[in-house]
């Protein structure tokens, strides 16, 4: 997943939009999911690997993720006051 985390995506004639992978932590909402990113860093100062984890609300229009699933999700517009990305596939479904 580390190698994936800068990853930019061309949207047709769109700007570049960033895209990550994350697993779906919450799908209780209407059209909308929570998606948990965890990428590891360096730390700074001491050098060790970090896990830094990122909650991602994402919007789901057709309601098809499900919590445990792996998802690809991409930037995107504003479309409410926390929801900035978007749902592109599943990857992996939850067993």
Do not use: C
């Amino acid at each position: 997943m580390a190698d994936n985390e800068n990853e930019t995506t061309d949207t047709g004639g769109r700007s570049f939009r960033k895209v990550r992978e994350g697993v779906v932590s919450s799908a209780s909402m209407q059209k909308t999911i929570v998606v948990t990113v965890t990428e590891k860093t360096r730390h700074p100062k001491y050098k060790k690997t970090v896990l830094r984890t990122k909650k991602l609300h994402t919007h789901d229009e057709t309601d098809i993720a499900r919590v445990g699933d792996r998802v690809r999700v991409m930037e995107t517009r504003p479309l409410s006051k926390t929801k900035r990305w978007r749902l592109v596939e599943v990857l992996e479904r939850a067993r």
